[in-house]
C-alpha cells in the first residue's frame, strides 16, 4: 500500500496508545473539506468509505468513487458500483479446497503458456478454516470426537495434502487444521483483529468469506460478508469486490430480553421481521440503546444469521463492549488501546442513537416483547413461538405437499408408532414428530457462552431430577472452539450433558452443514419403510429440506438449551410451555419451567467462561496441537501435481482450450429447459450437498472409478473433483422439477423425445446435440449458503441462464461469475402464469456487445404448437464490471488473461 495515494489530502495521525503514534486516512477531515456529510452516513458504509478513500488510486479506485460513496442518499436509485478492496479473506474448506483447485489450475495454465505461475498469488491474507469435513460418525459415546477426527482423516487425506501443497505455493495463505474450531467462531476469538497496519497506515479489519455466515463478525463492528469461491478467489487476486451502493435499514432496538429468553430466539425473531421488510441485497445496521446493551456474543448470534434475512450484512457499530470482547478473548493491551483510539479518532466510536444518523427505512424492536421460539420445519424465517409448536406441527402434518406440508392425514399422526430394536441398547419407539437428532451445533450459537451454559444448567437440573433422553434420539455436541470444551468442563456442566447423550463429536459444522451421520440402521428402515415425518432439533442457522439428513422431514432451529429439552421430550408435537418434559425419579412430571436456568445462575458462571489466557493457549501453535495434521504429507513446487486417478482432486476445465481473446457477446437461440423450479430453490437444491446416493449419477462414477460406496464421503469433500460435482447438480432427493409433476429427486425430459432421464443424463446428450440450456424459476432462487457450485455445476451442464421472479444476492453474482446469464422476469410474471411445461425453445433476443447493466432483453417462447410468445425480461448482470466477467467467460478467465498480459 503506498502512501503516495491521497489526492484529498486527509492522511492524519492518531495516538497509538504506548507514545507512538500511527497513520489513517481520516473521514472526518473528508468531510471537513466538503466531500460529504460523512458523519451522517451509517457506520457500516462509513468503514467501506474508509477502504474506497485508502485505495483511491485513479485506476481501480477513482476519485468519483470516493465522492459517490461520500455523498450517499437514504432514498436514491442504486447505480453507483462500489470497489471494495477488502483487508483479508477466510474460506472454509468445503468452499476453500475448490477454490485453491482454481489457483492450481490457474498456475497450471499458466505455465503452459510459457509465462510465470508465481503471477498467480493472493494479494491479501488468506486464512482457511477446516471445519466442514468431519461427519457425526459417532455419537453419545465418550471417544466420540476421537473416532470422529480419526476417520475425517482417512477421508480426506488427499484434501488435506492439496491443503498443504497451497500452504508452501503461495505466501499469503494459512491454514487452521482440523479439530481446531468453525471458521467464523475462530474469526471472532481469533482471526479478527479489528485495526490492522501495513507500512504504518492503519485501518479497519474488513474481509469477505466463502461461506454466508462470514457476516458474524459483524457483531464486532467489522465489515464482512459471505462471498462466492468465484469472488473471492477474484478478491485474492487483487480484484475489489464490486457491488451496487446498497440501501442501509436502520433497526432500533430497545428494551432488554425477559428472563427465559435467549439471544437465540432474538436471532429468529429478527430474521422473521427482516424477511417480512424485504432486506434482500441491503446492509442492515442495529442502533438504538438495546442494541448497545447487548453483549458481542448476543449480537454475533443475530449477525450469524444475516443470509437467513437475507441481508448483505447484520453490522453493530464498535464500541465499549467490542473493546471488552478483544480483551476478553486474549487480544493484547496494547492492541486493545490502539483498537480503541483509532475508531475514535474516526469519529466511529459508539452505537449510534436515534436520530443522529440516516437510514433508508427505520425498523423498531423492542426487546422486551421477544418470546421463547423456534424455526421450521423447512426455512429459518419461519419462526414458532415455543408454544405454539404443537398445532403448527399437526397442522403442517396434514397439509397438502405443494403448500410447504407433508400430505398425510391427519389421524396417521398419533396412531403410527413403530417398535425398533437398537442392537443392544434397548428399544425405542418411534412415530411421527418424533426426535431422532438433536444437536447442539453451528457457530450461530456455539460462539455464545451464555445459551452454551444454560444448555449445561438446563442438563444438570434434568439429570438431578432423574430424567434421561429416550433411546433412539442421537445427540451430540459440535462446538465451534475448544474453547466451549474448557469452560463447560472448568464448570462442572460437561458431565451431566453427556449423561443426556451429547458428547463432544467434533469441532465444526457437523448437522449444520448436514454432516450429521448416519441414524441407527434400524431407525433409518423404520422412517423409510413408514415414510414418517421425523424430526430433527439443531442449534444451527440452516434447516432446508434433506440438509439435515435425507430421510428426516422436519428440522427445527433453536436455542441450545431448547435443543437439550426436545431431546428429553423426545417429540416436537408437544406444548412445553404446559406438558411435562418427563417423569422425574420421583415418578411426577417434570416441566422447563422446572429445570431453565434463570439469568442469574447463567451470569454467575460467565465470569469464567471468558478467559484471556484460555485463547490465548488454545490459539497458538496449531501443528504441535494436531499430530495427525502433522502426518499428512505436503507436497512441494508451484505448480501442482494432477493425479488422473484421484477422485477428491481433478483439474478442472475452466481453462482447456484457454485463448487470451474474451469471447463476444451474442444472442442465445434455440435452448431447451433443463429445468423448471418454483419458488425457494436453495443452493441445497442446486449444488451437491450431504451423501451421495448409490443410484446417482455421482455414485455410478465413483464406482466405476473403484470406490466402495462404504468410502463415498460427502459431496462437500468431493468438491475438488468437477466430475462428481456436475453429475450432483440439481440432484437433490427433494428438488422439484415442474416438468416432470409428482416426482422428487434431479430428474427432467429430455426434449423434444420426451424421455425422462436424470438431469445430468440429459445435459450431456443437449450438449452432444448442441442445445443450449435454461432453467427456469420462481421467487429467491438459489437462497442458502454462498455455494459456487451452484453456479459452477449449472455452468458445466451447459445452462447459458436462469430466467427467475428474484434471485438472492450471491448466487446472482456468482452465476455472472461463471458467465451464465441471470434474467429476472417482470412482476406478476412466472412460468406458472405463461403456463410453460418444458417443451419450448426459447431464445434470449437483444444480446449484443453494447449490453448495458440491468438492461431490458427479450425471452422468445415458442411453444411446442408453433405459437411465438415474447416476454420481456431484465437482465440481472447488476454492474459495468459483471458485464466484463460476462464477456470473458467469468471471473476467473477475466483475471488470468489480466495477469497473463501483464508482462
Not at 519 to 542: I, Q
Not at 728 to 755: C, W, Y
Amino acid at each position: 500500500m503506498s502512501l503516495l495515494h491521497d489526492p484529498f489530502g486527509v492522511r492524519r495521525s492518531f495516538d497509538l496508545g504506548n507514545g507512538r503514534t500511527g497513520i489513517f486516512y481520516s473521514l472526518p477531515a473528508l468531510e471537513q473539506a466538503g466531500v460529504g456529510r460523512i458523519s451522517r452516513l451509517p457506520v457500516s458504509l462509513r468503514l467501506v468509505l474508509e477502504a474506497v478513500l485508502r485505495h483511491c488510486d485513479g485506476r481501480r479506485v477513482t476519485e468519483q468513487n470516493v465522492r459517490d460513496l461520500a455523498n450517499w442518499q437514504p432514498q436514491a436509485p442504486r447505480t453507483a458500483e462500489i470497489p471494495f478492496v477488502v483487508a483479508r479473506i477466510v474460506l472454509q474448506d468445503f468452499t476453500g479446497v475448490p477454490l485453491l483447485v482454481d489457483l492450481a489450475a490457474m498456475r497450471s495454465a499458466m505455465a503452459r503458456m510459457g509465462r510465470d505461475p508465481k503471477r498467480i498469488e493472493p494479494l491479501v491474507p488468506v486464512d482457511l478454516v477446516v471445519d466442514h469435513s468431519v461427519q457425526v460418525d459417532f455419537a453419545g459415546t465418550p471417544d466420540a470426537f476421537a473416532r470422529n477426527l480419526e476417520l475425517e482423516f482417512e477421508r480426506n487425506r488427499e484434501r488435506y495434502q492439496l491443503l498443504k501443497w497451497g500452504m508452501q505455493a503461495f505466501k499469503t495463505f494459512k491454514v487452521v487444521p482440523p479439530g481446531i474450531g468453525i471458521i467464523h467462531q475462530v474469526n471472532l476469538e481469533y482471526l479478527a483483529k479489528g485495526v490492522l497496519e501495513q507500512d504504518g497506515v492503519y485501518y479497519p479489519d474488513t474481509l469477505v468469506g466463502t461461506d454466508s455466515h462470514t457476516t458474524m463478525i459483524n457483531g464486532l463492528g467489522i465489515v464482512g460478508w459471505g462471498v462466492g469461491g468465484i469472488e473471492a478467489e477474484a478478491g485474492m487476486l487483487g480484484q475489489p469486490v464490486y457491488f451496487l451502493t446498497p440501501d442501509v435499514v436502520g433497526v432500533h432496538m430497545t428494551g432488554s430480553l425477559r428472563e427465559g429468553v435467549t439471544a437465540t430466539d432474538v436471532a429468529l425473531t429478527v430474521t422473521q421481521m427482516l424477511r417480512k421488510a424485504k432486506v434482500v441485497g441491503k446492509f442492515v445496521e442495529f442502533f438504538g440503546p438495546g442494541a448497545a446493551a447487548l453483549p458481542v456474543v448476543d449480537r454475533a448470534t443475530i449477525a450469524n444469521m444475516a443470509p437467513e434475512y437475507g441481508a448483505t450484512m447484520g453490522f453493530f457499530p464498535v464500541d465499549q463492549e467490542t473493546v471488552a470482547y478483544l480483551r476478553q478473548t486474549g487480544r493484547s493491551e496494547e492492541h486493545c488501546r490502539m483498537y480503541e483510539n483509532y475508531y475514535k479518532a474516526q469519529g466511529l466510536w459508539g452505537i449510534p442513537q436515534a436520530g443522529q444518523v440516516d437510514y433508508s427505512q427505520v425498523l423498531e424492536l423492542d426487546l422486551g416483547s421477544v418470546t421463547p421460539s423456534v424455526a421450521g420445519p423447512k426455512r429459518p424465517q419461519d419462526r414458532i413461538e415455543l408454544p405454539k409448536l404443537k398445532e403448527t406441527f399437526q397442522a403442517a402434518f396434514s397439509r397438502p405437499i405443494t403448500e410447504s406440508g407433508y400430505g398425510k392425514p391427519a389421524q396417521e399422526l398419533d396412531q403410527v408408532k413403530v417398535e425398533v430394536s437398537l442392537n443392544g441398547q434397548g428399544k425405542a419407539q418411534v412415530g411421527h414428530g418424533s426426535v431422532l437428532i438433536a444437536s447442539i451445533t453451528s457457530c450461530t450459537n456455539t460462539s455464545n457462552p451464555t445459551v452454551m451454559l444454560a444448555a449445561g444448567l438446563l442438563a444438570k437440573k434434568a439429570v438431578e431430577r432423574g430424567l434421561r433422553t429416550p433411546p433412539g434420539v442421537k445427540a451430540s455436541l459440535a462446538p465451534g472452539s475448544r474453547v466451549v470444551t474448557e469452560y463447560l468442563r472448568d464448570t462442572g456442566l460437561q458431565p451431566y450433558l453427556d449423561q443426556l447423550g451429547f458428547h463432544l463429536v467434533g469441532y465444526g459444522c457437523m448437522t449444520c452443514i448436514g454432516n450429521s451421520g448416519p441414524l441407527a440402521a434400524p431407525l433409518e428402515e423404520a422412517v423409510v419403510k413408514h415414510d414418517l415425518v421425523t424430526a430433527a432439533v439443531l442449534s444451527g442457522n440452516r434447516n432446508f429440506e434433506a440438509r439435515i439428513h435425507q430421510n428426516i422431514k422436519a428440522n427445527f432451529l433453536m436455542s441450545p438449551p431448547l435443543v437439550v429439552a426436545f431431546a428429553l421430550a423426545g417429540r416436537v408435537q408437544v406444548d412445553l410451555t404446559r406438558e411435562p418434559l418427563g417423569q422425574g425419579r420421583d415418578g411426577r412430571p417434570v416441566y422447563l419451567r422446572d429445570v431453565w436456568p434463570s439469568l442469574e445462575e447463567i451470569r454467575q458462571l460467565l465470569a469464567s467462561a471468558l478467559k484471556p489466557e484460555t485463547f490465548r493457549r488454545l490459539y497458538q501453535d496449531f501443528a504441535s496441537q494436531n499430530p495427525k495434521w502433522n502426518e499428512i504429507p505436503a507436497p512441494v513446487g508451484e505448480v501442482f501435481a494432477w493425479d488422473a486417478q484421484s477422485t477428491y482432486i481433478q483439474e478442472p476445465p475452466f481453462f482447456e482450450n484457454f485463448s487470451l481473446q474474451p469471447g463476444v457477446i451474442s444472442e442465445i437461440r434455440g435452448a431447451r429447459a433443463l429445468g423448471i423450479f418454483g419458488d425457494s430453490v436453495t443452493t441445497d437444491h442446486i449444488s451437491p450437498a450431504g451423501a451421495i446416493k448409490k443410484a446417482s449419477p455421482a455414485g455410478q462414477y465413483l464406482l466405476q472409478h473403484g470406490v466402495a460406496f462404504a468410502d463415498f464421503n460427502s459431496y462437500g469433500s468431493r468438491r475438488g473433483n468437477d466430475r462428481v460435482m456436475t453429475r450432483g447438480t440439481f440432484a437433490n432427493v427433494r428438488i422439484k422439477n415442474l416438468m416432470v409433476p409428482g416426482v422428487e429427486g434431479g430428474v427432467t425430459l429430455h426434449q423434444p423425445s420426451g424421455e425422462q432421464m436424470s438431469i445430468f443424463d440429459a445435459a450431456m446428450r443437449y450438449a452432444r446435440e448442441q442445445v443450449p440450456l435454461v432453467v427456469l424459476a420462481g421467487h429467491e432462487y438459489g437462497t442458502g449458503s454462498s455455494r459456487d457450485w451452484a453456479a459452477k455445476g449449472t455452468r458445466l451442464l451447459g445452462v447459458r441462464a436462469v430466467v427467475a421472479r428474484s434471485f438472492e444476492r450471491i448466487h446472482r453474482s456468482n452465476l455472472v461469475g461463471m458467465g451464465v446469464l441471470p434474467l429476472q422476469f417482470p412482476e406478476q410474471v412466472s412460468a406458472q402464469t405463461l403456463g410453460l411445461d418444458g417443451t419450448e425453445i426459447y431464445d434470449v433476443l437483444g444480446l449484443t456487445a453494447q449490453l448495458r447493466p440491468q438492461q431490458q432483453l427479450t425471452l422468445r417462447i415458442t411453444r411446442a404448437n408453433g405459437r411465438v410468445e415474447e416476454v420481456p425480461v431484465q437482465c440481472r448482470i447488476d454492474t459495468p464490471i459483471e458485464i466484463e466477467y460476462y464477456q470473458h467467460g467469468g471471473i476467473l478467465p477475466f483475471v488470468l488473461r489480466q495477469l497473463a498480459a501483464s508482462g
